[in-house]
């Protein structure tokens, strides 16, 4: 199982749009060059996520993008429904009709975990995490590169 460059790309973005959001709207140029990805597919992504809600797109010179809520409020959960759809391992974790062996496959249960642990963990996370997470990285590299490591 393989998350899309759709989910990964619009995960940063998102967080690229979290650690740069204060008094004025972050435009998806910025965030295209800070995050290495195309403007054009980036738009593309980003689409999804102002039509749910999660980003509020501002047109015009002083135009740009911003959070429609708290980054502590949008969980890695829902921007990975949004982008991904649901994740399961086999089609028939989520769709038993899918295959005549669900009733006794003892393999079918073991992906409904995996699946389990995987929205679990993705439930548990928010963009407010991740940023924590990211300026902690941030410190130890800096951190590393002081002493000459």
Not at 13 to 22: K, S, T, Y
Not at 63 to 88: A, H, M
Not at 127 to 140: F, I, N, P, Y
């Amino acid at each position: 199982m393989k998350l899309s460059t759709r989910t990964r790309y619009g995960t940063r973005a998102l967080l690229d749009l979290a650690r740069h959001q204060g008094d004025k709207l972050v435009q998806l140029k910025d965030i295209a060059r800070r995050q290495n990805i195309s403007l054009h597919y980036l738009e593309h992504i980003i689409a999804p996520l102002v039509g749910a809600g999660i980003v509020r797109s501002t047109r015009g010179a002083r135009g740009g993008l911003q959070l429609t809520r708290r980054p502590g409020e949008i969980k890695l959960s829902e921007v990975v429904q949004l982008l991904e759809g649901t994740i399961t391992p086999v089609d028939c974790v989520i769709d038993p009709e899918s295959c005549t062996r669900s009733g006794f496959c003892v393999t079918r249960e073991v992906w409904g975990e995996m699946k389990k642990a995987i929205d679990n963990t993705l439930k548990a996370i928010t963009l407010q995490d991740l940023v924590e997470r990211e300026k902690g990285k941030e410190q130890s590299v800096g951190v590393r590169s002081q002493s000459g490591i």
